[in-house]
């Protein structure tokens, strides 16, 4: 059994390597699911992370104990301290985007995340020296143009909170920290115990902050928690674990460029389960973001970034001389 496993994993490494796009992709789609089913519940943000966290906190702690049981490894002591960074910027981001989420609307908050790339991208830039080609990037800044479209529509709309603008926009420097540090975190832990230990540190971060405030986490129904489980366990668990695997493969800044296709789903979803107007912004700027993806992912500077290549460096005078 030991034997056939392996085999597995060095199948689904060999797939990772060829086409690790994929599987972010895939994460796009479960997150996507996520803000919708927040919205749906009766509590407040905070006591909505309190249950999702705890609930992922038990998901992930039993998926590490089958993994270290399968494979034998099991993270040394200093290995934990990614964890503990990326699980404090993804409890600060659930606080945040949960909060946004009850005080605007799903498209709203989700479409600020596009913004996520040009904070990546700038974060990534000293820590893991990647410098996207020119196309790539005027790409991503047609596709952010979607996004203040839609901030600019939500400013004046009656559905519109300035708090939760700004919460929004808050949220997405949190997440773009726990990202990077989930990407760094790829050669020292495996994926199960990093993320195990994320919702741990996010689940206690986030219980001190309820019970410092005056969120009631008791009001929470029965529908909530099955709400709060669904999340732990599709976007939670399974999401993060498909968009962390590949991490080790693809550049940090290709994710963040995909993830701007979440707005749009979300928006879709929010739309049929939720009866959430879309609006004239919702659109255009959504058809912006979805032109701007495209044309960063499917660019030649794009492809050969997601294949760990550099841009050929541009033409010179002299070099054209020489020739």
């Not at 946004?100 to 995340?113: E, F, H, N, Y």
């Not at 080790?248 to 994710?255: E, G, Q």
């Not at 973001?289 to 960063?296: E, K, L, N, S, Y």
């Amino acid at each position: 059994m030991i034997a056939t496993l392996d085999a597995t994993r060095q199948r689904l490494d060999a797939f990772g390597r060829r086409v690790p796009t994929a599987p972010v992709a895939l994460a796009v789609v479960l997150y996507s699911t996520g803000p919708v089913l927040a919205q749906a519940t009766s509590v407040s943000g905070p006591v909505f992370s309190f249950w999702r966290l705890w609930f992922g906190v038990l998901v992930l702690a039993a998926a590490m104990a089958v993994h270290g049981r399968v494979t034998g490894r099991w993270p040394p002591l200093r290995a934990w301290r990614w964890s503990l960074g990326a699980g404090a910027a993804f409890g600060i981001h659930q606080l945040l985007m949960f909060s946004a989420i009850k005080a605007t609307t799903v498209a709203d908050v989700t479409l600020v995340g596009t913004l996520s790339p040009v904070v990546t991208a700038l974060i990534a830039l000293p820590f893991f020296r990647e410098r996207p080609g020119l196309p790539f990037r005027l790409w991503s800044v047609v596709a952010m143009a979607g996004a203040a479209v839609v901030v600019a529509g939500a400013s004046t709309s009656p559905d519109g909170d300035p708090v939760g603008m700004v919460l929004a926009l808050a949220n997405v420097v949190a997440f773009a920290g726990f990202f990077l540090l989930s990407k760094g975190s790829r050669d020292k832990l495996d994926v199960f115990p990093f993320l195990a230990g994320v919702m741990t540190v996010a689940a206690v971060l986030v219980s001190v902050y309820v019970a410092v405030t005056p969120e009631a986490v008791g009001t929470v129904t029965s529908r909530d928690l099955v709400l709060c489980l669904v999340v732990a366990l599709v976007p939670g668990a399974l999401g993060h674990a498909v968009m962390t695997w590949p991490l080790r493969w693809v550049p940090a800044n290709v994710p963040p460029v995909l993830r701007l296709g979440v707005p749009v789903l979300a928006s879709l979803w929010a739309w049929w389960w939720l009866a959430e107007p879309i609006t004239v912004w919702h659109l255009t700027g959504g058809l912006i973001t979805i032109g701007g993806v495209a044309g960063a992912v499917l660019s030649p500077s794009g492809r050969r970034f997601a294949a760990g290549e550099p841009d050929p460096p541009p033409e010179t005078a002299s070099g054209r001389r020489s020739g």
